[in-house]
Structure formats: structure tokens, C-alpha cells
């Protein structure tokens, strides 16, 4: 069980908006802590793709990504979904409790329909 | 080519060890901090050991304290993770990442802007 709470998997059609949360607690989002997403395409390692704040847009992530958070949660955003999209993302943190400094959420699945 | 490629995988029995290791390129290795990542097969990933610039500072997971040792000569531009008492639930693949500039300002702004493609761990009798 991920100290970080993600849904299992989203989906959308090309064209759409979907969002993925993450939920945490007040050791880690909730105290201010930067969300870091990465995207894992099938069969690769993880690529950095974004931060909630303070670190910059990689370049090469389109703007069709946005990533944001709010007391103990985070979101990421995509617009204008496309095909090339499908794959999962994972959020990640500094926890300031006990048993582990960075933490990451469980993972989600997008699927493109 | 700015790159991070791990080695040292493989098959071992649970009780076993074995070391990994990290070979950067591309970058000014001796800048940044270093991390080990992992990926049990079919799950999530799993933060599991970070070293300072400078080797001064190393942090590792409740899971893999007292077991794994991480290391790193900035001489040779390389990472490592020395495992032993290995378990079956250590199976998986190892990343090495390299940690995003900002590191610099507190271990609350480490995140990983430079992946390996890993390493598999097998731990099994």
C-alpha cells in the first residue's frame, strides 16, 4: 500500500481532458512538499515529466501537460489527449515522517481509447 | 550523450548478494546527487537509497536499511548499490536517477530528471 494514493487507471478518447490525483497526507503533500510526476511508457524506464511548482517544464513536455496541487492532494492534467499518451504516471514526494524520506504513489494506467 | 547505464544484475539466491553499478556520462556527475529506484515486476516503483554529492549524506529505505550499501566515485563518474541479505521480495528491476538541480536547495526538492533503463534482480532459490 503506496503512502501516496492513486486510482488504479483513467481512460479518455483522443481529443479529451483527463486528470489524475494523488493523495497524501500532511507529512508529505499536505506540508508544502513540491509533487514530482513521472510517465513510464510500456516497456521503458520512468521519464520525468513534470512538477507541481518551482522546478521547471522540461523541455519537450508539451503544454498539453499541467500539474498542480492543493493542501493534502495533487493532480495532473492532460488536454488534448493523443495516443502516444497511453501509459502510466506516477507521483512522487519528500515525506518528513518516519520510515521513508521520498515516497511515490501507486501508479496510474492511462488508457487511450 | 547524457546517459546513466546500469550493470550488475542478475540471478541470485535469497540470503546472496551482489552489487550494482551505474556508469554516468553526458554530465558533470560529481554536481548532482544519485538515487536507486526500484520496480518489483508488475507493480510500482519504490525509492530505495539516495547519496549526496559529495558522498557526505546517504539515505536508504526502512526496507532496505541495514542490507544495502550505496555508494559513488566521482572520479570514475559512477554509482553503486551493494545488496546482501537479499530476499525474494527484492526482486525487481533497479534504476539509477540522477537528481534534479534544485536538489541542491533540500532534500524536499529530490526528484529524478535523468533515468538508467535498469537493471533486473532476481532473488530466488
Known amino acids: 500500500q503506496s503512502v501516496l494514493t492513486q486510482p488504479p487507471s483513467v481512460s479518455g478518447a483522443p481529443g479529451q481532458r483527463v486528470t489524475i490525483s494523488c493523495t497524501g497526507s500532511?507529512?508529505?503533500?499536505?506540508?508544502?512538499?513540491?509533487v514530482h510526476w513521472y510517465q513510464q511508457l510500456p516497456g521503458t524506464a520512468p521519464k520525468f515529466l513534470l512538477s507541481s511548482d518551482t522546478i521547471p517544464r522540461p523541455s519537450g513536455v508539451p503544454e498539453r501537460f499541467s500539474a498542480s496541487r492543493s493542501g493534502t492532494s495533487a493532480s495532473l492534467a492532460i488536454t488534448g489527449l493523443q495516443a502516444e499518451d497511453e501509459a502510466d504516471y506516477y507521483c512522487h514526494c519528500y515525506d518528513n515522517s518516519l520510515g521513508g524520506l521520498w515516497v511515490f504513489g501507486g501508479g496510474t494506467r492511462l488508457t487511450v481509447l | 550523450e547524457v546517459q546513466l547505464v546500469e550493470s550488475g544484475g542478475g540471478l541470485v539466491k535469497p540470503g546472496g548478494s551482489l552489487r550494482l553499478s551505474c556508469a554516468a556520462s553526458g554530465f558533470s556527475f560529481s554536481s548532482y546527487g544519485m538515487n536507486w529506484v526500484r520496480q518489483a515486476p508488475g507493480k510500482g516503483l519504490e525509492w530505495v537509497s539516495s547519496?549526496?554529492?559529495?558522498?557526505?549524506?546517504?539515505y536508504y529505505a526502512d526496507s532496505v536499511k541495514g542490507r544495502f550499501t550505496i555508494s559513488r566515485d566521482n572520479a570514475r563518474n559512477s554509482l553503486s548499490l551493494h545488496m546482501d541479505s537479499l530476499r525474494a521480495d527484492d526482486t525487481a528491476v533497479y534504476y539509477c536517477?540522477?537528481?534534479?538541480?534544485?536538489?541542491?536547495?533540500?532534500?524536499?526538492?529530490?526528484?529524478?530528471?535523468?533515468w538508467g533503463r535498469g537493471t533486473l534482480v532476481t532473488v530466488s532459490s
Open positions: 547519496i549526496s554529492r559529495s558522498a557526505g549524506d546517504r
Open positions: 500532511s507529512s508529505n503533500i499536505g506540508a508544502n512538499y513540491v
Open positions: 536517477a540522477k537528481a534534479g538541480a534544485e536538489a541542491a536547495a533540500g532534500l524536499r526538492f529530490w526528484y529524478y530528471d535523468l
